[in-house]
């Protein structure tokens, strides 16, 4: 089983600075990686498929890069909305989840 | 608009069965693969099956293999789960989830729906 491991558990930051957040695979995924964001109560919304695209309606301060094994996703000015909980996926072996980064309110 | 909703979670003592449902609008059921994922706070999410769209293949995590089934009604537009035997470890939030046809990713989910074993 492919092992997604996020970094770091928890980012506390003020809205309008940069947030990176980090996602490394136990082996190549390729590019079969996707970030997904959620927020209490809700279920987790799709932000970026195949590693770098952006889903449907998603804002272009979020962006993701990387392949292989170590993925990044960035949002490059953090709005009031953005405080949630980001994960990523791979889909290239299977299906597995990281365990997650919460982004809060410093 | 695209919407998923579950129902069908409850309480279940240890060795029970129950059965969940995903109600698809907004789109044809039968033009994707579908999912159902579960998330606990311990384990996080975690992907449980799917099904191909005209339900001729299936898939399964290994810890449900035997004792769950995944089905679908593409005229009723509708996903289901069949949870047999369930254990205490299957408590969780159980989300059905579209697979986007061209992408292959989860989108969009369901609002989720409780799935609770214990005596």
């Known amino acids: 089983e492919i092992v997604l491991t996020q970094s770091p558990a928890t980012l506390s930051l003020s809205p309008g600075e940069r947030a990176t957040l980090s996602c490394r695979a136990s082996?190549?995924?390729?590019?079969?990686l996707a970030w997904y964001q959620q927020k209490p109560g809700q279920a987790p919304r799709l932000l970026i498929y195949d590693a770098s695209n952006r889903a449907t309606g998603i804002p272009a301060r979020f962006s993701g890069s990387g392949s292989g094994t170590d993925f990044t996703l960035t949002i490059s000015s953090l709005e009031p909305e953005d405080f949630a909980v980001y994960y990523c996926?791979?889909?290239?072996?299977?299906?597995?989840f990281g365990q997650g980064t919460k982004v809060e309110i410093k | 608009e695209v919407q998923l909703v579950e129902s069908g979670g409850g309480l279940v003592p240890p060795g029970g069965s129950l059965r969940l449902s995903c109600a698809a609008s907004?789109?044809?059921?039968?033009?994707?693969?579908m999912s159902w994922v579960r998330q606990t706070p311990g384990k996080g999410l975690e992907w449980v099956a799917n099904i191909k769209q005209d339900g001729s293949d299936k898939y399964y995590v290994d810890s449900v293999k035997g004792r769950f089934t995944i089905s679908r009604d593409n005229a009723e537009n509708s996903l289901y789960l069949q949870m047999n035997s369930l254990r205490v470890e299957d408590s969780a939030v159980y989300y059905c989830?579209?697979?986007?046809?061209?992408?292959?990713?989860?989108?969009?989910w369901g609002q989720g729906t409780l799935v609770t074993v214990s005596s």
């Open positions: 996926q791979q889909r290239y072996s299977g299906k597995t």
């Open positions: 907004g789109f044809t059921l039968s033009t994707n693969w």
């Open positions: 989830a579209r697979e986007a046809a061209v992408t292959g990713w989860f989108d969009p």
């Open positions: 082996q190549s995924v390729s590019s079969y």
